[in-house]
């Protein structure tokens, strides 16, 4: 059983870099099992913002760069469906730049939700 991470941004320039940066750290430093890719999704705003190049240093830690044009009344959902879309995982985690995880589970731990028996 093995997770796929879904994270969302956007190359507007604004203080949710800081927030990216410590959010890609901290998944990074998650002592885990069950992560085995990391998808970064990224809306593109063609007139304003940084260029695709500024995300680049993510690639160094192991995150894959999706890109997708920006402006849509949708964005959000689309840039999450657009990251969901490349994950080969059956589990995915979704979250967005400026989420501060502390805990993902280990792989005995997902198994034990899975499998166990609820109900009648």
């Known amino acids: 059983m093995n997770l796929s991470i879904v994270l969302i941004t956007t190359n507007l320039p604004n203080p949710t870099y800081d927030l ?12 885990t099992d069950i992560i085995d890719e990391k998808i970064l999704s990224i809306d593109m705003f063609e007139k304003q913002g940084v260029s695709a190049d500024f995300f680049n240093k993510y690639t160094k830690t192991g995150w894959k760069l999706i890109y997708g044009k920006a402006g849509s009344s949708r964005g959000q959902a689309e840039n999450q469906l657009r990251g969901i879309s490349q994950c080969k995982n059956e589990y995915i985690l979704t979250c967005e730049d400026d989420t501060m995880l502390l805990w993902l589970p280990t792989y005995n731990d997902l198994k034990y939700l899975i499998d166990r028996q609820v109900g009648f």
């Open 20 to 31: 990216l940066d410590r959010c890609i750290n901290k998944i990074n430093a998650l002592q």
